[in-house]
């Protein structure tokens, strides 16, 4: 959330269906499935060219020489697509292979995974257990922890990253993966026990219950039961946490730096400021960063959206 | 180039199985303590990791901000209020603050206003093209800020005077005789910050329609058959038939998005970093946590924005409650 969204703020309001009827009088068609009218078809047509025209640029540059970048506008290139020496996969190979552009994107990229991958499932596994703990377990402080639980989810990271950066340089871990992996799996815990909790009490009690009868322990009850019947829930935090990791900037740029272990968010940023030698690597930098959460996003849409209906959206 | 992956390899298993045995182990601790003890202990087993985690990551950290909210730069000395004395007497500041306010008035209404309109429009058409638009402007969310800057570039980008205009609003501005206009210096009327609120409302739009169109789509439809039956038009209908009901889904999304404007930060430093009077809270705490090492000044930044966010806080904790109350 993308990265800017941070939390959501309870359940959306489902509309009750208790407002009066009423008398008789004329029907008129003018919504509903298919009944758009030709002005707002061009309408929505209009906006989803101006949405993705942008994003189109983008691709067009990155495969245009430095010449053709700078001597025309991409657009230059949707009218003449067949001139073919403005074309190019070079800008793609100097940035993954941190050639001319002095910035390897190619290592950025495969720390942005390094980084993302273990931020994402560690804490789907301990949010899983505290859920649990919070849904069908009895303790004292139980409802108290679970309220600030749901202040912190509004709460920015940004009250974590001064004594933090403190505390990890007295540690010697600035600059190391752990630092990363374990900020976000501090910040991504309220998020991921409050979707974990809110899925697994809509769950069927009697299920939990008859495990109990047979001499299931929590633990067993956990893993064959809870977590299988949880994967939904689970699958939308895990959409959620990828995609806030992955395009965080701020948490990579303060812990990370823009050593070798840099991801690709900071090193495309670092680009950004180019102006001579390695700027014509900007557009592919960008979509190098951008393909993965894209492709994520595509691919597990249905979870993202069940997650975000389920009152929770950081990103 | 293998070593790295082996290493990237090894430490998703190193994080993930160490993950695991921690549980088991606690598991068998508490197994351990027989019976009686067993039940007490087994919930704090299951949820210390993450109230640990929460506690050393997030509470223990804001306590320690505010702390150093009344300490000097380098947090070795207290120095009282001067911190928020220094910063809310600085014009420089008050312009940052000035800036933040026009992103938070700005962004979250025209969000939510874009969302509905659009999640009206589309829930007119074919469910094809209906799919087809909402995933069309629901990507951009995927897209990280400084993705979305560099996607920007190739509208907002300014070549001097004379060379060939690389970016499309210059180039659209070329046609009309005017420009070149280097966009993101041009903070008359605050123009740069608008140009980079259009960034960010282009990357949350899909966010306020994909939730606005589901609350729309679950209006029961005799609501609005008994609207029309009474002679109401499509603008008194929606108004005061759809709005009202899907008017909690409104106040979510508007707040989620509220929170995330308040911090917005990636798209101004991408851009501008702060410069062209474009500055923006959370990019000035970053300024002066990492390149000034001033901690008393970010920590003061971080204790006004949770501050800020305290309204919010309560509306969330008093939304849950009644929310678990109607359970």
């Known amino acids: 959330m993308t990265s800017n969204i941070q939390i959501g703020t309870g359940t959306p309001q489902m509309p009750d269906d208790n407002v009066p009827a009423a008398k008789l009088k004329v029907s008129k068609e003018g919504s509903g499935q298919g009944s758009a009218s030709p002005l707002v078809r061009i309408f929505l047509g209009l906006l989803c060219v101006v949405w993705v025209i942008p994003v189109l640029g983008l691709l067009i540059s990155s495969f245009r020489t430095r010449d053709a970048q700078l001597s025309s506008g991409w657009w230059s290139a949707i009218a ?76 920015p990271n940004q009250v974590a990253l001064v004594p933090l950066l403190k505390i990890y340089s007295q540690l010697g871990m600035n600059n190391t993966f752990p630092a990363v992996w374990l900020a976000h799996i501090g910040f991504g815990m309220p998020l991921a026990i409050y979707i974990f909790r809110g899925y697994m009490a809509t769950l069927p009690m009697a299920v939990i219950e008859s495990a109990k009868i047979d001499g299931a322990s929590h633990f067993t009850t956990f893993w064959r039961l809870i977590i299988p019947m949880s994967v939904p829930a689970l699958a939308s935090f895990a959409i959620f946490q990828f995609l806030w990791v992955w395009n965080d900037l701020l948490v990579a740029l303060i812990f990370l730096g823009r050593g070798d272990n840099t991801i690709a968010t900071v090193a495309l940023q670092g680009l950004q400021g180019q102006t001579g030698q390695g700027r014509e690597l900007i557009p592919s930098a960008g979509f190098i960063t951008i393909i993965v959460p894209i492709l994520v996003f595509l691919a597990l849409q249905r979870y993202f959206i069940r997650g975000m209906t389920s009152g929770a959206v950081k990103g | ?270 851009t501008t970093n702060g410069g062209f009077n474009t500055d923006v809270v959370a990019r000035r705490f970053y300024f002066e946590l990492f390149s000034d090492g001033n901690n008393g000044y970010a920590a003061t930044i971080v204790v006004l924005l949770m501050v800020a966010i305290i309204p919010v806080l309560i509306y969330q904790v008093r939304h849950f409650k009644a929310e678990e109350a109607a359970r």
């Open chain 2, 1 to 270: 180039m293998a070593i790295k992956f082996l290493n990237a390899i090894l430490a998703i298993i190193g994080g993930i199985g160490g993950a695991m045995i921690l549980f088991w182990i606690l598991n068998k601790l508490a197994e351990a303590t027989g019976r009686k003890w067993e039940d007490r202990i087994k919930p704090y087993a299951f949820a210390g990791p993450a109230i640990l985690a929460i506690a050393v990551y997030l509470i223990y950290p804001a306590v320690q901000t505010i702390q150093y909210s009344f300490a000097n730069a380098d947090s070795t000395g207290y120095v009282g209020f001067q911190n928020y004395i220094d910063l809310l007497t600085a014009n420089d500041f008050l312009a940052v603050l000035f800036n933040n306010l026009l992103w938070i008035i700005i962004v979250p209404a025209l969000t939510v206003v874009l969302g509905l309109g659009v999640a009206v429009l589309t829930d007119r058409l074919n469910p094809r093209g209906e799919k087809l638009t909402k995933t069309l402007i629901f990507l951009p969310m995927a897209i990280s800020m400084v993705g979305a800057a560099t996607i920007w570039r190739s509208i907002y980008e300014f070549q001097p005077t004379g060379t060939p205009q690389t970016g499309l609003l210059n180039a659209i501005a070329g046609l009309f005789g005017s420009g070149p206009f280097a966009w993101y210096q041009i903070s008359t009327l605050h123009l740069n910050s608008l140009l980079l609120m259009v960034i960010l409302i282009w990357t949350q739009v899909g966010y306020s329609l994909v939730l606005l169109s589901s609350a729309i789509k679950a209006v029961p439809e005799d609501t609005v058959e008994a609207g029309r039956i009474d002679g109401a038009g499509e603008r008194r209908i929606f108004f005061s038939i759809i709005v009202p009901q899907i008017w909690g889904t409104v106040i979510t999304v508007f707040i989620t998005v509220l929170i995330g404007v308040m911090k917005v930060f990636d798209v101004v430093l991408v």
């Open chain 1, 80 to 155: 003449n697509p067949f001139d073919a020496t403005q074309w190019t996969v070079a800008n793609y190979v100097n940035a993954l292979g941190g050639g001319e552009g002095g910035v390897n994107m190619g290592q950025a990229f495969i720390n942005s995974f390094i980084v993302t991958v273990p931020a994402t499932v560690i804490p789907i596994l301990i949010a899983a257990f505290a859920a649990y703990a919070f849904t069908f377990m009895e303790w004292k402080g139980r409802d108290v922890f679970f309220v600030v639980i749901v202040g912190l989810l509004v709460v």
